[in-house]
C-alpha cells in the first residue's frame, strides 16, 4: 500500500498537498501534524472522502527522538505500507530585525526547517534507495532565495534546505530517487493572513496572491511519474515576483 508522508499537513499548503495527492496520484496519506489535533482530524475527514486511508501522526519534526518513535510505531502497526513521496512543508516564522532575535527564536525556525529535513528525509530514505523509487520534495519560500528583511532566520533556514536539496539530488539519483524544492510567493495562507495584499499584489506581475491549491499542483506533478527526468531543481512558485 503506497503512501505519501506530509509534514505540516492538517491547514494550508499542507493539507492542498494531501487532498492533492490523494486525488490525483491515489496516494494514501501519512498526515504529521504538531499541535492542532482538530484541524488534523478535518483534514483526515476530507482526505478520506476521496476513498483513501489518511493516518495522522502528531509529532514535532524538530525533535529527533518523537520523530523516531511515532514514524517507527506506525511502520510496525503497518507492515505493507510503503512511504515512496516524502514531503517536508512543515516550517514556522518568528520574524523581527536580527539584532534583535534571540537563541529562542534563531533555533526554533532553524530547526522546524532544518532538523525536520533531516530527521524526515533519514527516517525514509533507506526504504526509496531499496525499492529504487521515491520522490522528496521540500517546501522552502522565496526568503530562502532571494532573502528578506525581518526574516534571516527564514532566510538562512530555507536556504539551507535549497542547498540540502541540491547535494542530496546528486548522492541518490542513480537509485532512481529525486529531491526538489518548491518555492512558493506570496500564497493565501495562515502565514500571510495578517498582509496587506493590496500593497504586496503590487510588487507580483500577476497580481495577486496565489492559492494554495497551485502549490499543491506543482507538488502534484513532481511526486507524478511526469517529473521522473527533474531532480536537484528550486521550482519558483510566486507569480512572476522573483525568478
Known sequence: MKYAL????SRGIGKAICLKLAEE???????NYHSNTEA??????????????????????????STQESLG?????????????????????NDGLFIFTNKEAWNSVIDTSLQGFYNLTQAVLKDMLK???????????????????????????????????????????KRKVTVNAVAPGFIQSDMTKDFDENEFKKHIP???????????????????????YITGEVININ???YS
Do not use: M
Not at 25 to 31: C, D, R, S, T, V
Not at 135 to 141: A, D, E, L, W
Open 131 to 173: 525499492a529504487r523509487f521515491g520522490r522528496v520534495i521540500n517546501i522552502v519560500s522565496l526568503s530562502g532565495l532571494k532573502g528578506n528583511p525581518g526574516q534571516v532566520n527564514y532566510s538562512a533556514a530555507k536556504g539551507a534546505v535549497i542547498a540540502a536539496t541540491k547535494a542530496l539530488a546528486q548522492e541518490i539519483g
Open 25 to 31: 496520484l491515489q496516494y494514501n496519506i501519512l498526515l
Open 73 to 93: 510505531k506506525w511502520k510496525s502497526e503497518n507492515p505493507d505500507a510503503k512511504i515512496e513521496i516524502l514531503v517536508n512543508n512543515a516550517g514556522i516564522t
Open 40 to 65: 488534523a482530524e478535518a483534514a483526515q475527514r476530507e482526505i478520506e472522502k476521496t476513498g483513501l486511508k489518511c493516518s495522522i501522526l502528531k509529532f514535532n519534526v524538530a525533535d529527533s527522538d
Open 6 to 9: 506530509v509534514t505540516g499537513g
Open 239 to 241: 507569480g512572476g515576483l
Open 206 to 228: 500577476l497580481n495577486r496572491f496565489g492559492e494554495a491549491e497551485e502549490v499543491a499542483n506543482l507538488v502534484s506533478f513532481l511526486a507524478s511519474e511526469k517529473s521522473s
